[in-house]
């Protein structure tokens, strides 16, 4: 059984930084692609990063230069460094897997975990 767990959203000020971390489980870590979404309130879900199996990232333009993923293949887990946070990146943010390709649509990916809140007040 697949599973993702995410950790680290929490309240922060604009400009401020976090760390997202998504611990996965119970399938080939190494061979998946690995992403982050977003979804804020009355919003849809939203792509914001993906990383291939050999560390190759794809960012949507709304948080190039701010955010960086990562992951470690050998602790099976993904990272998502945010900084300079705006207010409009106030989300519940996703971590998402799918097999070899990397893809911006939701709907592509059949892994998600439950999320973590980021809340960011100006």
């Known amino acids: 059984q697949v599973q993702l767990v995410e950790s680290g959203g929490g309240l922060v000020q604009a400009g401020g930084s976090l760390r997202l971390s998504c611990a996965a489980s119970?399938?080939?870590?190494?061979?998946?692609?690995m992403a982050w979404f977003r979804q804020a309130p009355g919003k849809e879900r939203e792509f914001v990063a993906a990383?291939?199996?050999?560390?190759?990232?794809t960012y949507s333009d709304s948080v190039k230069g701010r955010f960086t993923i990562s992951r470690d293949n050998a602790k099976n887990t993904v990272s998502l460094q945010v900084n300079s946070l705006k207010a409009e990146d106030t989300a519940v943010y996703y971590c998402?897997?799918?097999?070899?390709?990397?893809?911006?649509?939701?709907?592509?990916?059949?892994?998600w975990g439950l999320g973590t809140q980021v809340a960011v007040t100006s």
């Open positions: 998402a897997s799918k097999p070899q390709v990397v893809a911006t649509t939701a709907a592509e990916y059949g892994y």
């Open positions: 119970g399938h080939p870590f190494s061979t998946a692609v």
């Open positions: 990383i291939t199996r050999s560390g190759t990232p």
